[in-house]
């Protein structure tokens, strides 16, 4: 089992930046990929970015250039640096863990909302 706890969103203006932490805890060393998703109201939950173990990214085409992914091993923390943001980025992020095993474990979820 794998617990995962997100922390960092907020209310922040069109342009703005904010950072989100995903700490893991439990069977850690089974996790093979970290990442973050996000789910607007009445849309799909999508992909924003992933980091696996040994550090190679992946990135949806709608936040390239503005957002970066990154982990810290000794910690068991994945962070999203989130800059520029716009008012399409509102949505509950959520962390997720894959293993090795082919499990997924998602976080609680945590509110980003973009506004003016």
């Known amino acids: 089992q794998v617990q995962l706890v997100e922390s960092g969103g907020g209310l922040v203006q069109p342009g703005g930046s904010l950072r989100l932490s995903c700490a893991a805890s439990?069977?850690?060393?089974?996790?093979?990929?970290m990442g973050w998703y996000r789910q607007a109201p009445g849309k799909q939950r999508e992909l924003v970015a992933t980091?696996?173990?040994?550090?190679?990214?992946n990135y949806a085409d709608s936040v390239k250039g503005r957002f970066t992914i990154s982990r810290d091993n000794a910690k068991n923390t994945v962070y999203v640096q989130m800059n520029s943001l716009k008012l399409e980025d509102t949505a509950v992020y959520y962390c997720?863990?894959?293993?090795?095993?082919?499990?997924?474990?998602w976080g609680q979820g945590t509110q980003v909302t973009v506004s003016s």
């Open positions: 997720k863990a894959a293993t090795w095993g082919r499990d997924d474990y």
């Open positions: 439990g069977s850690i060393f089974s996790i093979r990929t």
């Open positions: 980091i696996t173990r040994g550090g190679i990214t």
